[in-house]
Each structure stands twice: as C-alpha cells, then as structure tokens.
C-alpha cells in the first residue's frame, strides 16, 4: 500500500468539508429548536462550522495549487473536459462564497436566538446555504474525480494513437 | 421601523449585508479575471494564484465592509427581512451565476 501526501490532503480536504456540512446542518436542526438551553451549544457548533471550512479551503487550496495541475492534464485530454472547464472552475469560486458564509454564521449566532425571530431566521437561511453550497461542491469534486477515472481508463490505443 | 420590531444585533446585520456584497463580488471578479487576461496575471502576481489572490481579497472584503456596516449601524436603516432577502438572492443568484458563466465560458 502507497499513500501519498497528496492523497491525505486531498481526503482530508473532503472529510473537512463534509464535516463542516454535517455540523452546518446541525446548526440547522438546533436553530429550528431554539432554546436558552442549547444556545450556547449552537454558537459553539457555528463556530465549529467556520473552522471546518476553513479548513477544508486552507487543505483543498494547497492541493489544488500543488497537485491538481497534473489532474487537470488528464482530464482536459480525457472524455470529460467538462470536468475541469465546468465543475472544478465552479467549485473553487463556488467554495469562497461557502467559506464567507461559514466565517458569518457564528456572529449570526451571537444573537439570542430563542427570543428573537428574525435572528432565528437569518441562522436558520444561512446554515442551509451552507448545507446547499457544501452539497454541490462535494457533488462537483465527485465529477471532478470521476473526469480523471474515465480518462484513465481509456483504451491505452485512443491515449497514444499510432 | 417599530422599535419593538424583532431586530438583528449590529454585528449581525452589518456582517450580514457585508457576505451578500461579498458574494456578489466574488462572482464579479471570477468572470472578470477570465476575460480580462491582464486582471488576471496581475491576481497571479499577487499572491502567487489568482485564486489565492480572490480568496484574499472575498476574505478582506467581508471584514472590511462588515466593520463599516456594523458601525454605520446598518440594522437602524435596513430591514432585517430585507437583509435576509438580500442575502439569500446575492448567494444564490452568485451560485447560479458562476455556473452559467462556466457553461457559456
């Protein structure tokens, strides 16, 4: 078995970022149950969301800086350019706007949430945006890896035509 | 506005209407890096990757404008429903933007 560096940061990546999706949702949850009780478990899980992501953008930056060149070299010559041109240009610009959100979710948390409505509301708009956004990046890094896999396993003949 | 009206705190609101500009912005310059080819370069220059350079200044943005709006005390002159509209619209209509962008680019 060989793992490399870039293998771990490319998991860890998307194990931060679905993390930090899965706890965006759990602000959700407990938002929609707010309660002097659980007040201060939701801004620290806001917090937590906020960390997440920013891990996930600090891990999947380097990556993608560091060794996604060769990647995009095998897709834009494989079956699914697409994968590149389309989804991972996307998904990189896509993610900042995630990673703004997560920064803004605990100072949205900050209000009390259990007496005041509209503060509820706005937590409650900006998890799910997070869980929205969160989705469609890890659904786009999913195409974007299947566009490597089918461009690897072209019939060796169509890669180096004679 | 009814000063018994629900309202969102300063940081809240100012922060709040600071990621809707953000989100605007990021969609914004990610279009125009790609078709001014000079933006561009000079982004890669910056701090290395345009990319690193859009993360950078979205980053900067948002605090920046957050502390401004927080202090200008957005939340007296805005309607917290309305910030919330304005936000939800500024990101999705983002999202969907850099998908279209990509699609016809």
New interface residues.
């Given amino acids: 078995m060989r793992v490399t560096t870039s293998d771990v940061i490319l998991l860890a990546h998307a194990t931060m970022g679905v993390l930090g999706t899965l706890s965006a949702l759990w602000v959700f949850v407990e938002t929609l149950n707010a309660q002097p009780q659980n007040a201060q478990r939701i801004r620290s899980i806001a917090l937590i969301v906020a960390i997440l992501m920013a891990a996930a953008?600090f891990l999947g930056?380097y990556w993608?800086?560091r060794f996604y060149p060769v990647e995009r070299a095998l897709i834009l010559k494989g079956p699914w350019p697409f994968a590149h041109?389309?989804f991972i240009?996307?998904k990189?610009?896509?993610f900042?706007?995630t990673?703004?959100?997560a920064?803004?979710l605990p100072?949205?948390a900050?209000?009390r949430l259990y007496s005041?409505?509209?503060?509820r509301?706005?937590v409650l708009?900006?998890s799910m945006?997070i869980v929205l956004?969160g989705l469609?990046i890890e659904g786009a890094g999913a195409v974007i890896d299947h566009g490597v896999k089918v461009a690897l396993l072209r019939p060796a003949t169509e890669r180096n035509p004679k | 506005m009814s000063a018994d009206a629900?309202?969102?705190?300063n940081?809240?609101a100012g922060?709040?209407l600071?990621?809707a500009v953000?989100?605007l912005f990021?969609?914004a310059l990610?279009c125009t890096k790609d078709a001014y080819h000079p933006l561009n370069e000079l982004m890669n220059g910056i701090a290395?990757?345009n990319?690193?350079t859009?993360?950078l200044a979205?980053?900067l943005l948002?605090v920046g404008l957050?502390l401004i709006f927080s202090a200008i005390h957005v939340t007296e002159k805005m309607k917290?429903?309305s910030?919330?509209s304005f936000?939800?619209a500024a990101?999705m209509i983002?999202?969907v933007g850099?998908?279209a962008w990509?699609?016809l680019y």
């Avoid at chain 1, 005041?116 to 503060?119: G, S």
């Fill in positions: 953008g930056g993608y800086l041109n389309l240009e996307t990189e610009h896509l900042l706007m990673l703004i959100l920064f803004y100072i949205a900050r209000d005041n409505a509209v503060a509301k706005m708009r900006v945006l956004t469609s | 629900p309202k969102l705190g940081a809240s922060f709040g600071a990621a953000t989100a990021n969609t990610a290395g990757h990319w690193t859009q993360a979205d980053v948002f957050g917290p429903n910030l919330i936000l939800v990101v983002s999202g850099l998908f990509y699609c």
